[in-house]
Each structure stands twice: as C-alpha cells, then as structure tokens.
RNA sequence: GCCGGUGUGGCGGAAUGGUAGACGCAGGGGAUUCAAAAUCCCCCGCCAGCAAUGGCGUGCCGGUUCGAGUCCGGCCACCGGUACCA
C-alpha cells in the first residue's frame, strides 16, 4: 500500500477493536469509572450529518478517557416510540413496529463504519418489550409512591378525523389533516407529580457546576419561582368571592377590573344560562393550546355582569371579566388587571374602555399613563400614590413586600409562593408508545396492572388506515381480568408521553439486561453519567424530565443515593443546519427537495428553487444530508476530523461539502509522512530540540482543547504541529517519536488513521489502550518573548525580552524601540503600561 | 408574546479585558510535469499608496477602561424552547 486507503486500513481495525472487545464496558476497582453518553437517536431511517458530530464528539470523550486510565462506558440505544412510525404507517401502509426496526437497522449499519467507541453489547430500544415492561413496572411504583395522578386535562381535538392532535399537528388553529378547526377538549389523563419537585428542582441547579450556564438559567425561568398573594374579592351580589393571584399588588390601587379564564367555575357556571357568555367561552375553547397561541392571540373578553369590591378601597367596584388571555392552570384562573402597570392590562382597558389610574408615578414626573403602560424595574425606586399601606417612595421590590404584610395583617388575603412548572401529563391517545399499565374495573375501579404479568405488549394486529388510537378499535386487546377481583376488565388504551421513554435509559444503560428496571450495584459503579452531550432543544424538557426522574426512581429503590442529578457535565453541542429548497406545487403549496436532487440551485430537469436560509435540519422539509456518501468516497475518519474541525462544538454548524475534501488531504498527509519516516532515516539530530519543543507544545494544546470541549481548536493545533513534521530536518528518531505523538493525539478523532500510523511506525499493540502522552514542562519554557506595543491602545510595534525581565527594562527597551521613537516624536509619555507577559501601553 | 442564545474577511471560524482575523475553505501567483492530476512553496480584511506607510474595521447606537470582539445600557436581525415533534 502506497497511498492512504481509508476503506482497508477502517474494516481493519475495526475488526481489531472487535476481537479485543476494546470498548467494552467493565467494572474494575483497579481505575476510575467514567460514563459517556450522547442523546441517543430518533430512529428516523436515516443517520444525518448531524449525529455523526454529535457521536463524534461523545467518542472523543469517550477515547481519551480510555487512554487516561479509565473503566469507559459508553453505551447506545434508540428513542424508538413516537409519532413519525405510526404518521410513516398511515402514509404508506405497513405498521410502525417493522418501519422503526428496519430504521433502526438501516441507522445502525450506517453507524458502524463510524468507528465509534461503544459498548453495542448494552443495545436497545425503548420499544422493545424488554424496555418499555421495566418502564411500566416503574409506573407503577411510582403511582404506589404517590408520584402519579389523574385529573382532567386539555387536549387539541379535531372534530372531523375524530382524534387528539398533537401541538405539530395543529397549523394555523386547522388538523392538518382534516383541514377542521380544532376545539380543546377535556379528557381524564394521568400526570407525573412533578411539581412536588419543584423548589428542589430550581434550588440543586446551584449545584450544577459543570452544566451550561444558560440551561441552568433557562430550566430556573421554566421552574418560574414567583411570590405573590392570594386575594379574596367579594362579590355584590353575595356569591363566592372570587380568589385572584397577584405577584404585583403593590399596584392594587390601580386595579379597574377582575378577568378570569373562560374554564374558571365562575364563567361555566354563568355560561350555562347566558348564551352570550356561552359563545364567548365556546370561542376560547377554539384556540389551540400551545402558549404560544395563547400569548399571541388577540386579548379578548366579555364582562359578565357581576362586580365585586376593592379589598381596600370599598367604595370601588370592579367589573368581572372573561378573559382568553387569563389560563386557569397557573395561580388562581382569576386575576386582578392594572392597566397602569401592565400592557397587557391597558391594550385591555383600552379597546374595552376601562378605568387607567396609576398607582405610582417616577420620582418628578407625575404623569398618567396614556398608551404605555409603566413598568419599571422591581429594582427602581418609585412613587406611590395614596398608599394603602402608608409607603411612599421605595422600590417596587420593597413595596410588593409591604404590602402582602399589609395584606396579611389586614385578614384581606395571604402571601404565596408559587411556580410556573406544571405537573407533567404523560397520557397520549396514541398506538405506538408505551402502555400505560392500568386496568379499568367495574367493580375496583383504577387498579394497576400486577408486575407479574408485565410487560403489557403491544398487540401487532392493528391497522392505521383510519385516524384514531388502534388500541381504543382493538376487538380484543382491551379484555382482561381484574388484578384485583380477577372478573373480566379493560385496559387503559392510553400510551405514555415519549418523553418517559428517555428520562431513564441513562439508568437502564448501567445494566441493560437486567429483569428489574435497573440493578442497584451496577447503577451504583456507573452512575451518574460524567459527561451527557446533547443539543441545546432538550434544555428544558428532557432534562427536566430526567431530573425528576432520577429523584423519582431513587425515591421507589430503583437508583442508589447520590443520583438525584444524574448527569454531572453536561454539554450542548450546536446543530447541524441546512439551507431548505422548496418549490411550489400547482396548488400553491410548498415541496420540499433533499439537498442531494439540487444543483447549483436547480432540479435536475432544470426548476429553480427558492432557497430558504439554514434552519435545524428536519425531515419534513428535507434539508438532511445523508453521510453515506461522505463515508463512502473519503471514510470515517474524513467525516470525523471534518465535522469537528469547522466550528466549535457548542454553536451551530452549517453543512458544507467542500471541507471535506481539506480533511482528507491532510489525512493522507499525515499517513504520507508516517510512511516516508517508516522508511528511512539518517537527518539532523541538531534540529531535534525544536522538533521536540513544538511536540510537548502541542501535547499540551490538544489536551487542553479537548478537555475543553475546544476541539476545533485542538484540530488547528494538530494541523500546525503536522506542518512543522513535514519540514522538520531532525534525526528520524526525533521524527519517529512526534510522529507517534501526532498520531496519539490524533487518535480520538481519526482512530483508524492512527492506528495505521502507530502500526507502520512499529509499535506493539492497539493506539487505543496506549497512554496518553505527557507534555514534559521543562520543553514548554521560553526565553526570549515577543511583546506587542501600544501607543494609546493602538499597536504601533514590538519588541523581543527575556521572558522573566523587570518591568522597569521592559519599558526602557519599549520606549527605545525605533517606530515607538518615531511615534512620540519627543513628546514625553503621560503614563507607561507595562503587563508581563503580555503588552506595553504607552499613553500621551 | 415570553425565556435563552448568536452576530468577526468572499466563506467556516480564532482570540484568560492586552498584537483582531490563528487554523481551514475559496481565490491569486510560483515550483514540479511533455502535459495534467497529485504534491510542495508564497500571497490573501477594506480604502489610499509604486512602496515605506497611513486611515478604517468584530450587527447598530451609546458608555466604562491606559486598552473593548470580550464588560455595561439601549436597539436590530437570526436561531432554539414555549409543556402532545423528538
């Protein structure tokens, strides 16, 4: 072999690694354990460019652990239940169970020729029965912990194709199948007591020192810890009062109406009997339920009539509103509306034409508020308006404060924390999910399926030619005995959130083959996964989930202490984007093409397409790019330097072609320049030192960089460092050694290559369990440094130093220097800066 | 709407508050070759200038600092999430 031939030199050493067992995972007290863990997949039939650096990154974790001395695990699986299998069977026939695994298949012999580092022995996929059983025997302990619950929830229904719509599913308030306006509706569902969890939840992301500032931060927003007050409103004409939640009544003397959601008590119950109301309230039901439709829906509302009285000032009464902007599932479903302060309330007001009254003005400008509400930071010191509570000029802050004291001390409401998380409803209406392990009886109502009979599966004969839950038409599935009285009963045709699915198989990964859902000793040796790399979409829901779950699972025995927060660094790595190519069919609605069936912006039979600017690649509007090509014509570890090479790991990337044939190029060099030291010898034993310097140099960046997640950075070190090989004159044996270094520190993102290299130089054994080279410090001393100089913060020249020189020589050689000279042309410096190491500033 | 992030040459991007543009792509020039491919070497932010050199320059506006891509305030654009996409 003469040239670089990645097809021969990947199949052999994979085939290596393979009869070492390399990446098997085994537990030792003898080292350190270290768990590593990408986000497994969606089976979507396709691996894109996208996983590729996402299992890249994980594999290089994952072999520099292995080369400093760990215990590795690093396992794989697939997220295999979801919408797209039973979407892909009412498209095209066939049923989601064949459709997942001939993907999961098809993605898995696209996965191997990657090369990565993992254990596959600990395969699986959450819907083989295997898996999803242990998650029902989960379900059930929690549900006997108290940790699950039932109650009533919205869903999107589409009246026409008869069945529950997902958020995606819904386009512009229409199924997007049956083009029908979606009505909410409310069915029984069970939800996770995940709110149970919530002050625990934000306080522990303190602890979280190796997570991503902004998931931190964004996860502590979600949570949403708020303090507030409950207010009693009481009603003139004697009913009930009306219960608002406040976390801003120090703005209560601005209140002009009450609005509460159209499910609240007060609006069903006043709905029964005012066609009105009726309409209104039936009008709300229509908007869909993301709250993002809520938010940016027009504010409507409708005054019911009925006033209550201002808790302070009793001689004000306060309309009552139905508001579609007010939702019933955070605080009370009742709030009190202060134009003055809130826009929200005076866009309100407004087209309703209600009372604006400030309750505070900024200090020296006593102005009532017209068309922009005032709103200052809780932080900015106000001045308030006839206080109730006799303050005056204080913060918002502080006035909030004072008042729920009032408020308290006055019997007129009490003080309340509060939290946006909501309880998290895991019941869909749908085939292709985990069955939720209940049995409906006549006689015992609720009861939980015995573990014994475990897993409830799945029954394959359904069809998916009409819309709706399988499970619900099923002619027999549904029949059962009662686990409690044995008559005959029903089963619950519900299936479980996907998210469930992959809250827990970090845990079941430590023990795959276990027949309970975990095993206490092995999770206890793995856990918690050291590093987790995923993309920053999963920052708030996944994580969540797998947060409350690992409580959850340690609560009910299932995960030994310590393993409350089960992913101790996490890192979000950027996603792959893609230019869209759409083209319009006769109809006027949009096409979408696969990036491989345009060319330079046109079809093959000649259409231009709109190219529409890169966006997360997805399927359904096909900007994917398939690797399959990529390996085939420069191989894995083409892609693999490449896709780590162009960006930083945390930011996006936008897949481009051309740098692939760069990677490859300088993969040949470096395998060229193996071969040639393989095969000679003789040089220059005087150019050794260098060589070596900038060997140890390069041992330190590279590590560094990959530690650091600075992989590009790490790749540009080791492109430098390869430069300098190549025209290095030193003896072959200085050559052989930084060669063998650069195929070390090479080896975590191009491990075929280097074992190549590592073998053609003649060493012993696989690169993969050789020791990772250390930078010897005394190589990495400078004597002389070169320092840039400034001339009013503007680099003007430099100057060569001893590394260690004073200060005071420093800036004596700085203001001899010829262009400094010329520069201050005799003008005598005001100030000299002078930071080692670093740079002279010399200000006139 | 709300929450979080990003914005630097023709392009991807580098830069503990300290020489802006490392490294790579594209482009230009050269060596080698009968010729080409491959390989190797050099140049490459913008404007002015033969050059030396000077001025400008990190989305926009302002501020802090001896010094700002980096810190602070206010905008704009784009991306992610927004609880049933995964």
Redesign the pocket.
Known sequence: MTTYAPSEIEAKWQAAWADAETFKAVRSEDKPKYYVLEMF??PSGNLHIGHVRNYTMGDVIARYKLATGHNVLHPMGW?A????AENAAMASGGHPKDWTYANIAHMKSQMLPLGLSLDWTREFATCDPEYYGQQQALFIDFLEKGLIYRKK?T??WDPVDMT??????VIDGKGWRSGAEVERRE?V?WFFKISDYSEELLNALDGLDDWP???K??QS??I?MSRGIEINFERTDGGDPIVCYSTRPDTMRGASFIAVAPDHPVSKALADDNPELAAFVDECRKMD????AM??AEKKGIDTGIRVKHPVYPDQELPVWIGNFVLMD?GTGAVFGCPAHDQ?DLDFARKYDLPVRNAFYMPGEEVEVANEALVPAKSEQVVFIDHFAGIEKVTSQEAIDATIDYFEANGLGKGQTKF???D??L????YWGCPIPIVHCDDCGVVPEAKEKLPVQLPDDVSFDIPGNPLDRHPTWRDCACPSCGKPAKRETDTM???VD?SWYFARFTAPRASTPTDIDDAAYWMNVDQYIG????????LLYSRFFARAMQMTGHLPQGTEEPFNALFTQG?V?HEIYKTTDKDGRPVYHFPSEVTDGKLADGTKVDII????M?KSKKNVVDPDEILAKYGADTARWFVL????PE????W?A??A???Y??L??VW?IAHEISTSDGGDAAQDEDLLRAMHKTIMDATNGIESF?F??A??KL??FT?TL??SKASVGAKREAAKVLAQLMSPMTPHLSEEVWSLLGEEGLIANAPWPVADESMLVEDTI?L?V?V?????S?IAVAADAAKDVVESIALSDE?IQ??LDGATPK?V?V?P???V?I?I
């Open positions: 997949p969606y997220d239940f979801g919408m797209p929830a869903v999107n529950v719509l997902a958020n995606e599913q069915l569902q500032a902004k998931v931060l964004m927003n979600w949403g339920t993301t709250e993002v938010e940016k955070y929200r946006r998380l909501r998290w409803g019941s869909r209406q749908r959130d996907t998210f992959s993309g920053i979409e999963h920052a708030i829901l996944h996603m984007t600017p890169s966006a997360k997805s090479s162009d960006s930083p930011r996006d990337v936008e481009t051309s740098g044939e760069a990677a190029k300088h040949g060099r060229r600075g590009n950075a790749i540009a492109y430098g430069a190549a025209k070169t840039p400034q009013n913060g503007k680099r003007k430099e262009a010329k520069h100030k800066i930071v190491g670093r740079i500033n200000v």
